[in-house]
């Protein structure tokens, strides 16, 4: 496994990390769907076990994900050696008893719960877990305040910002200045890091290192899904909600993993090691972190760690999705 640093810290992740948040389960906010179907904590034990032991060191979690679930099965699972590897939350999404969830009191409060949770003295990375600060930014400028409060006090280490638009990222890193942001990234759509767009700009001369959720798109780059039977999800899995899964988003993606799977191999690693390499080959790309259910997913996600793509093979992958 290979490490990076993380922005201008000494902070060094795994190139391949694992996002928890599948491990929150079925899961709503405020009525609206938000988790994944459940997991077996056995299963993500032994995937878990499998990936420190191949070189693993960070964990990204948010106290949204099963509402403190994912984070209390993650301390559960590390047990005593957690303290040992850099581990990641997010505030935001959760709002509790708050009006906004990025109200200073809350984000305090939830920081807290978010150490209990995880069993830890401090977090490595706290994120805002999106850009919406209310309205006219209202919570804007006392929610970056108690956030370097709490990075005074020790309870965190490294400040991020995650967000889903080159608005945000344009509107919020020069008022956040965090060290890592964050946002969804895949073959199909890596727009936050490609060369000359805003956020990109904005990486490169505040030398912010972007963390890429969402590298197999959810599942749909390794080919796991038929348009002729597309996915059913239940209640409380964010993904019933969603456009990619459905028959007529698959018929137009076949035909690019076909070409996929000509060039790189037809076996959930061979395209894993595509779709991840591919994020990774971009050096402002501090980590890949694929959600998983099971040690089956993680061997997948790992078996390519240490292969990267060749320049032909970058391009050939960003052609395939150009056209």
């Known amino acids: 496994m290979k490490?990076?640093?993380?922005?201008?810290?000494?902070?060094?992740?795994?190139?391949?990390?694992?996002?928890?948040?599948?491990?929150?389960?079925?899961?709503?906010?405020?009525?609206?769907?938000?988790?994944?179907?459940?997991?077996?904590?056995?299963?993500?034990?032994?995937?878990?076990?499998?990936?420190?032991?191949?070189?693993v060191n960070h964990f990204d979690n948010a106290d949204v994900y099963g509402n403190g679930r994912?984070?209390?099965?993650?301390?559960?699972?590390?047990?005593?050696?957690?303290?040992?590897?850099?581990?990641?939350?997010?505030?935001?999404?959760?709002?509790?008893?708050?009006?906004?969830?990025?109200?200073?009191?809350?984000?305090?409060?939830?920081?807290?719960?978010?150490?209990?949770?995880?069993?830890?003295?401090?977090i490595d990375l706290y994120y805002f877990h999106h850009g919406d600060f209310g309205e006219n930014d209202v919570?804007?400028?006392?929610?970056?305040?108690v956030m370097y409060k709490l990075k005074e006090e020790g309870?965190?280490?490294?400040?991020?910002?995650?967000?889903?638009?080159?608005?945000?990222?344009?509107?919020l890193i020069p008022k956040v200045k965090p060290e890592v942001i964050q946002?969804?990234?895949s073959a199909v759509d890596d727009r936050f890091v490609k060369e000359e767009t805003p956020t990109r700009k904005l990486l490169d001369e505040y030398k912010i290192s972007f963390i890429a959720f969402g590298p197999v798109h959810q599942g749909l780059l390794l080919g796991k899904y038929d348009k002729k039977n597309p996915p059913k999800f239940e209640p409380g899995d964010h993904?019933?909600?969603?456009?990619?899964?459905?028959?007529?988003?698959?018929?137009?993606?076949?035909?690019?993993?076909?070409?996929l799977k000509e060039k790189f191999g037809s076996s959930n690693e061979e395209l894993a090691r595509m779709a991840l390499q591919y994020m990774l080959h971009n050096k402002v790309v501090g980590s890949?972190?694929?959600?998983?259910?099971?040690?089956?997913?993680?061997?997948s996600n790992l078996y390519g760690a240490d292969k990267p793509l060749s320049d032909d093979e970058f391009n050939f992958v960003r052609k395939v999705f150009e056209e």
Request: hydrophobic share 40%; with cysteine.
């Open 3 to 55: 490490y990076r640093k993380l922005g201008k810290t000494n902070v060094e992740v795994s190139e391949i990390s694992l996002g928890c948040w599948t491990m929150g389960g079925l899961n709503w906010v405020n009525g609206v769907p938000n988790g994944w179907a459940n997991v077996d904590e056995h299963e993500i034990k032994q995937a878990i076990f499998y990936a420190i032991d191949h070189g």
């Open 70 to 122: 994912a984070e209390r099965m993650l301390a559960r699972v590390l047990g005593k050696r957690t303290n040992k590897f850099i581990i990641a939350t997010k505030i935001g999404w959760f709002p509790g008893t708050a009006v906004h969830a990025y109200e200073p009191a809350h984000i305090r409060h939830q920081c807290e719960q978010s150490l209990i949770n995880l069993n830890r003295d401090y």
């Open 139 to 145: 919570y804007l400028n006392d929610a970056i305040e």
């Open 155 to 171: 309870k965190i280490r490294i400040i991020g910002q995650s967000a889903y638009s080159h608005e945000d990222f344009v509107k």
């Open 183 to 185: 946002s969804f990234a």
């Open 239 to 259: 993904r019933a909600n969603s456009t990619r899964f459905t028959a007529e988003n698959l018929a137009k993606l076949e035909p690019k993993i076909d070409k």
């Open 288 to 299: 890949v972190i694929p959600g998983f259910r099971n040690l089956k997913q993680v061997i």
